[in-house]
């Protein structure tokens, strides 16, 4: 499989999950991602279904491949390991707005937001039990409160989502 860190733009319009980077921004934004997002893209076989989808539909001469996306990365959670949220209007956002074409208001994040509310703190009490203690350095009671933040803020995101569409970078070209 060949993987691709950049596509040009005819090919990037054609990324089939290009609105999991609109996801990939609330979890951003929720965990304090202080590094650039970072992605991978590859082609993969259109399922039959597709196929016909597209065929009755009158496309004609469509690749048998579609690109996908996948997000890695995210080492910087958590401002790193400073486990602090120092929250900046532009972080978390890809660097090429076209990723972000299909957001046309809030609704546009709307189920990862839900999902995101759903995060309740007897879940992310399991997942720290999953964590091996070298990762917070045996100190649980410090991952704790890392975890009570991270459950506050959930309520936080649609705002941190309104302060990048605000700003001078303007990422939401179709926001109403």
């Not at 532009?90 to 509310?117: C, D, H, I, K, T």
């Not at 890392?146 to 989502?161: A, G, I, S, W």
Request: glycine share 6%.
């Amino acid at each position: 499989m060949t993987l691709h860190d950049f596509l040009p733009d005819e090919q990037l319009r054609e990324v089939k999950n290009l609105h999991d980077f609109a996801g990939m921004l609330v979890f951003d934004k929720w965990t304090c991602n202080t590094n650039g997002r970072q992605t991978v893209f590859f082609e993969a076989a259109r399922q039959p279904g597709e196929m016909l989808e597209a065929a009755a539909a009158g496309e004609t001469g469509m690749s048998t491949s579609v690109y996908m996306t996948v997000m890695i990365d995210q080492g910087f959670c958590f401002n790193a390991g400073e486990w602090n949220f120092p929250d900046a209007p532009l972080r978390g956002l890809y660097a090429r707005n076209r990723v972000y074409e299909g957001v046309v208001g809030m609704q546009s994040f709307a189920p990862w937001l839900e999902r995101l509310e759903k995060v309740s703190e007897t879940v992310l009490a399991e997942l720290a039990g999953e964590i091996p203690p070298a990762w917070y350095e045996d100190d649980y009671d410090a991952l704790l409160r890392l975890l009570e933040q991270v459950h506050r803020r959930r309520t936080r995101v649609p705002e941190l989502l309104e302060m990048a569409r605000k700003s001078s970078r303007q990422p939401f070209s179709q926001w109403t």
